[in-house]
């Protein structure tokens, strides 16, 4: 089970990344999703007297149609009492300046790296997907990317990080990033790793999207426990420990320690919206028990899709 929260926490990345999600294209009529929110009130314990005005951390998730989101009418008050909008990027992360950031190293191509029925399988996926010949050159998270992530390539496909930052520019707020893109991280994950999550993509979409639901469910049920619990289920293969492991210290854990910085900058300063993928906020590791341990108010508001 963890495993395929690996997935759906790399979908998180992509924009967030590799992603738990059937490998297929979104549909062009966009669909409409009410909407629950996991959030916090955070306030830096100097100003719980009120002199500092309280800043908002959400955590996201994505759907692989993209819907337009209809969020709990408190998101609005939320945002409407914020006077700046941080994301993770303020552009997709599948995008880079450096082309090379893409492909494998020269001398290596990914069909060497795979059995051949992996390869064959890919290769199919690839065709129903309309992806170009040069796969056996991408790297195998960027492959994943292609397969599952329909922002890259439709512009009306909006992860729901960036449908609330075209919330918040509507409600001229002023708009930052915490990274300028991800594919660092990306490319510091073992190739060998990548494969296997590229494998997984292609081979198990049925159960990906099962599990998408699910967790989709949980996070509009407004309940942070039940949906945390949803997504830290434990695997008890011990190479898949290993790999979990490996996978949390690079893609979350660390990414976190540079962002907390910046976070708590914007924090002390009030009036803040913050939204970034959920897998960085839960856990004993996570954005919020941080906070926690250094002192600031932190106050569960997460509401329901349907309540306010």
Same mark, same amino acid.
């Given at each position: 089970?963890?495993?395929?929260?690996?997935?759906?926490?790399?979908?998180?990345?992509?924009?967030?990344?590799? &992603?738990?999600?059937?490998?297929?294209?979104?549909? #062009?009529?966009?669909?409409?999703?009410?909407?629950?929110?996991? #959030?916090?009130?955070?306030?830096?314990?100097?100003?719980?007297?009120?002199?500092?005005?309280?800043?908002?951390?959400?955590?996201?998730?994505?759907?692989?149609?993209?819907?337009?989101?209809?969020?709990?009418?408190?998101?609005?008050?939320?945002?409407?009492? #914020?006077?700046?909008?941080?994301?993770?990027?303020?552009?997709?992360?599948?995008?880079?300046?450096?082309?090379?950031?893409?492909?494998?190293?020269?001398?290596?191509?990914?069909?060497? +790296?795979?059995?051949?029925?992996?390869?064959?399988?890919?290769?199919?996926?690839?065709?129903?997907?309309?992806?170009?010949?040069?796969?056996?050159?991408?790297?195998?998270?960027?492959?994943?990317?292609?397969?599952?992530?329909?922002?890259?390539?439709?512009?009306?496909?909006?992860?729901?990080?960036?449908?609330?930052?075209?919330?918040?520019?509507?409600?001229?707020?002023?708009?930052?990033?915490?990274?300028?893109?991800?594919?660092?991280?990306?490319?510091?994950?073992?190739?060998?790793?990548?494969?296997?999550?590229?494998?997984?993509?292609?081979?198990?979409? &049925?159960?990906?999207? &099962?599990?998408?639901?699910?967790? &989709?469910?949980?996070?509009?049920?407004? @309940?942070?426990?039940?949906?945390?619990?949803? +997504?830290?289920?434990?695997?008890?293969?011990?190479?898949?420990?290993?790999?979990?492991?490996?996978? @949390?210290?690079?893609?979350?854990?660390?990414?976190?320690? +540079?962002?907390?910085?910046?976070?708590?900058?914007?924090?002390?300063?009030?009036?803040?919206?913050?939204?970034?993928?959920?897998?960085?906020?839960? *856990?004993?590791?996570?954005?919020?028990?941080?906070?926690?341990?250094? *002192?600031?108010?932190?106050?569960?508001?997460?509401?329901?899709?349907?309540?306010?």
């Amino acid at each position: 089970m963890k495993k395929i929260f690996n997935l759906f926490i790399t979908s998180l990345l992509i924009g967030m990344f590799f &992603t738990l999600l059937t490998p297929v294209r979104c549909i #062009c009529q966009t669909p409409r999703s009410v909407t629950g929110l996991i #959030c916090w009130r955070v306030i830096p314990a100097s100003g719980d007297d009120g002199s500092i005005k309280p800043s908002y951390i959400a955590g996201t998730i994505h759907s692989l149609t993209h819907p337009e989101y209809v969020f709990n009418p408190l998101i609005d008050e939320v945002m409407s009492s #914020c006077e700046v909008f941080v994301l993770e990027s303020n552009r997709s992360n599948a995008i880079s300046s450096d082309a090379s950031d893409y492909f494998l190293p020269e001398n290596v191509k990914l069909k060497d +790296l795979m059995s051949e029925k992996n390869w064959q399988k890919l290769v199919e996926a690839c065709r129903k997907n309309n992806i170009d010949g040069s796969i056996e050159s991408y790297m195998p998270w960027y492959l994943c990317a292609l397969l599952t992530r329909p922002e890259i390539s439709r512009k009306e496909s909006l992860i729901m990080d960036h449908f609330l930052r075209d919330k918040a520019l509507k409600r001229y707020m002023k708009v930052y990033n915490l990274e300028t893109m991800a594919t660092f991280a990306l490319n510091k994950y073992p190739i060998e790793a990548q494969i296997e999550e590229l494998v997984r993509t292609v081979s198990n979409s &049925t159960e990906f999207e &099962t599990k998408e639901n699910e967790i &989709t469910a949980f996070y509009n049920s407004g @309940d942070v426990k039940k949906f945390a619990g949803a +997504l830290f289920k434990k695997d008890n293969d011990r190479k898949q420990k290993i790999m979990d492991a490996r996978f @949390d210290k690079i893609l979350i854990e660390d990414r976190n320690e +540079l962002w907390l910085p910046a976070i708590e900058k914007y924090v002390n300063e009030g009036a803040c919206f913050i939204a970034v993928g959920a897998a960085h906020l839960l *856990g004993d590791n996570g954005i919020i028990e941080s906070l926690k341990k250094k *002192g600031y108010v932190v106050k569960d508001v997460s509401v329901s899709a349907l309540k306010k």
